[in-house]
């Protein structure tokens, strides 16, 4: 099973996130999803101040099997970027929750992060998969 972090929600499409300070989140990709697409090689991630709107593409990872898009759970601004992905893609398979953050949003709707897919629902997504 992969591991996955109680404190964080999830997405249908194997983003995590997680609440920081205000209305900031962070967000990434999941272990499952970076196990399920091999050795990533190169990530795209939007620009600092670039919005987001929710369930549409803001970046995509590219591994040795395929390139995937990256879905943002939530609408807003972004208010960082994680930068070191540009030299080390390896960090997403190597530490999804930590390294490999994504983006921070500065939420447009704070309760949409409690929508979003509760560890115990999305363990029973993948199990699906």
């Known amino acids: 099973m992969s591991n996955l972090p109680k404190d964080l929600r999830y997405t249908e499409e194997h983003e995590w996130i997680k609440k920081e300070d205000g209305n900031q989140y962070r ?3 999941t272990d499952f999803a970076q196990d399920e697409l091999g050795d990533i090689v190169f ?5 600092v101040g670039d919005e987001l709107k929710a369930d549409e593409p803001f970046g ?3 591994s040795v099997k395929t390139v995937s898009e990256l879905y943002a759970p939530i ?7 994680n930068e070191d992905l540009d ?4 960090f997403v ?3 999804p929750y ?5 983006i921070v949003v500065e939420a447009d709707d704070e309760a949409a992060f409690e929508s ?3 560890v115990e629902d999305y363990e029973g997504r993948i199990k699906e998969d």
């Open 116 to 118: 979003l897919l509760s």
């Open 60 to 62: 995509s990872v590219e």
């Open 43 to 47: 990530v795209e991630l939007p620009s």
């Open 75 to 81: 609408s807003g601004k972004v208010v960082a970027v």
């Open 87 to 90: 030299d080390s893609p390896e």
């Open 93 to 95: 398979n190597e530490s």
């Open 27 to 29: 967000i990434g990709i």
């Open 98 to 102: 930590e390294k490999a953050w994504m």
